[in-house]
């Protein structure tokens, strides 16, 4: 008799500046960030094709953004994924400052350093 599927498990990996949604101890999918000053910057979110369709990449925002809230930090939602997630999930909504001209050069440089 095969057990069961563990159930997903989201890690925070900050030495990587990313949350991680984990299946069976294996990583299907992430959002990474960069912290610029108390804002955390997400940019990106991806899951694995493999689980495509499972709510996973919700699951994970979700729970990167209320690690955010207990944090103290505010979201700036570059990551297209974030910014329609926090479109639809208004307890959020709080948390969330605008994706301006500065804070994407910033973000730019940030990522440009090896």
């Excluded at 900050?14 to 912290?35: F, K, Q």
């Amino acid at each position: 008799m095969s057990r069961p599927p563990a159930a997903p498990v989201v890690v925070h990996d900050d030495a990587h500046h990313r949350y991680e949604i984990l299946v069976d101890g294996g990583r299907a999918g992430l959002t990474a960030y960069r912290d610029h000053g108390d804002q955390r910057v997400f940019y990106h979110t991806a899951v694995d094709d493999t689980f495509a369709g499972q709510g996973l990449a919700g699951r994970l925002v979700e729970e990167a953004l209320t690690d955010v809230r207990a944090g103290g930090k505010r979201v700036v939602p570059v990551c297209k994924y974030v910014a329609k997630f926090l479109q639809r999930h208004e307890e959020f909504a709080d948390l969330a400052d605008p994706v301006t001209p500065d804070v994407l050069h910033w973000l730019r440089g940030e990522l440009d350093r090896p």
